[in-house]
């Protein structure tokens, strides 16, 4: 059963901005922390921010300073916005509640127990 759907991936040229959006059941969006990871085929999970229950975030150094990472607590919906898109930003990202509290401070280190969802694509064009 798939308790966190992202949406809101596209193709962009770069420059511009998209919002990622992860509906996540109420269970799942009670978690300590959640957030985005993103992946191209053939290479490792890449970090790309996180968010606390509390309201701490982390974020990459590769999208420090274009994304933003919030949550909508009336909506059990997690956000990525997206500015500024380069087309080494061009993967699948995907909406993640790591088993790990240390994956919200590092961006690193995935479990098996790790719940994500079935991911949405952004291509970034030159």
């Known amino acids: 059963q798939v308790q966190l759907v992202e949406s809101g991936g596209g193709s962009v040229q770069a420059g511009g901005s998209l919002r990622l959006s992860c509906a996540a059941s109420r269970y799942l969006f009670s978690s300590d922390c959640m957030g985005w990871f993103r992946q191209v085929v053939g290479k490792d999970r890449e970090g790309v921010a996180s968010i606390t229950s509390d309201g701490r975030t982390s974020y990459a150094d590769s999208v420090k300073g274009r994304f933003t990472i919030s949550k909508d607590n009336a909506k059990n919906t997690l956000y990525l916005q997206m500015n500024s898109l380069k087309p080494e930003d061009t993967a699948m990202y995907y909406c993640?509640?790591?088993?790990?509290?240390?994956?919200?401070?590092?961006?690193?280190?995935?479990?098996?127990?790790?719940?994500w969802g079935e991911g949405t694509s952004v291509t970034v064009s030159p």
């Open positions: 993640i509640v790591p088993d790990s509290d240390s994956w919200c401070a590092e961006l690193v280190g995935y479990s098996p127990m790790d719940t």
